[in-house]
């Protein structure tokens, strides 16, 4: 089956610092991959669409210079959470949509800043 | 109009006992309807999925009951096992190229042995 790759699974960094997490279609060409950001107990909030050679689409509300979201080809995309502060830790995970009508979710990246 | 409204928020079962967890939408333009799992620290699975010319599906102990007329669906996990014990997303897309999955707030299942 499709599957999708993220990293790192973890990562703790210092508050203004910047982080990028990787995502990547291993058995498969996306050329559309999503970003959503999960709060504890909560559900997955779609933070933005990353179309292979084009710009990010974002949602509502959410700061485009802070999350930069790269996708250079049809199996990575890239988000760089930048000049991060505490209330930006959270869980993100990507997502891509697969050869026929599934989404296939990568295994999530815990951030946490202090 | 967007949302998929999902309930219950929490649900404990007996092992070997049917979980049951509902979604309910009003976008008629949405024409696939998966069913995720996940666990703590980690990313959702796919569980099961259906598109809307179908009643029902089923795989292995776990079976979508869809009704088209009343814009709801259901998952229906038979003989519910501890290791079922994870948070359910209902979810929902408008078939568009680039779109993303609508999902659920999610139901925490604890099936206790």
């Known amino acids: 089956g499709a599957v999708v790759s993220q990293h790192p699974s973890r990562v703790i960094c210092k508050s203004g610092t910047s982080v990028k997490i990787e995502c990547r279609s291993l058995?498969?060409?996306?050329?559309?991959m999503f970003w959503y950001r999960q709060f504890p107990k909560q559900s997955l909030m779609l933070m933005a669409t990353?179309?292979?050679?084009?710009?990010?689409?974002?949602e509502q509300g959410v700061e485009k210079d802070k999350f930069l979201i790269n996708h250079a080809s049809l199996t990575l995309s890239t988000l760089t959470v930048t000049s991060a502060h505490p209330e930006d830790s959270s869980f993100y995970i990507c997502?891509?949509?697969?050869?026929?009508?599934?989404?296939?979710f990568g295994s999530g990246t815990r951030l946490t800043v202090v | 109009q967007q949302q998929v409204k999902q309930s219950p928020q929490s649900l404990i079962v007996q092992k070997g006992g049917i979980s049951i967890i509902n979604c309910a939408y009003e976008?008629?333009?949405?024409?696939?309807f998966p069913w995720y799992q996940q666990f703590p620290g980690k990313g959702p699975a796919l569980l099961i999925a259906?598109?809307?010319?179908?009643s029902e599906k089923k795989e292995g102990r776990f079976t979508i009951s869809f009704n088209k007329s009343a814009k709801q669906f259901s998952l229906h996990i038979m003989d519910s096992q501890p290791g079922d014990s994870a948070t359910y997303f209902c979810?929902?897309?408008?078939?568009?190229?680039?779109?993303?999955?609508?999902f659920g707030k999610g139901t925490t299942l604890s099936v206790s042995s």
């Open positions: 990353s179309n292979e050679g084009s710009k990010a689409t974002y």
């Open positions: 259906i598109r809307p010319d179908v």
């Open positions: 058995d498969f060409q996306a050329t559309t």
């Open positions: 976008n008629t333009a949405f024409d696939y």
């Open positions: 997502s891509a949509r697969d050869m026929g009508d599934g989404y296939t």
């Open positions: 979810a929902a897309r408008i078939n568009q190229a680039g779109t993303a999955l609508i």
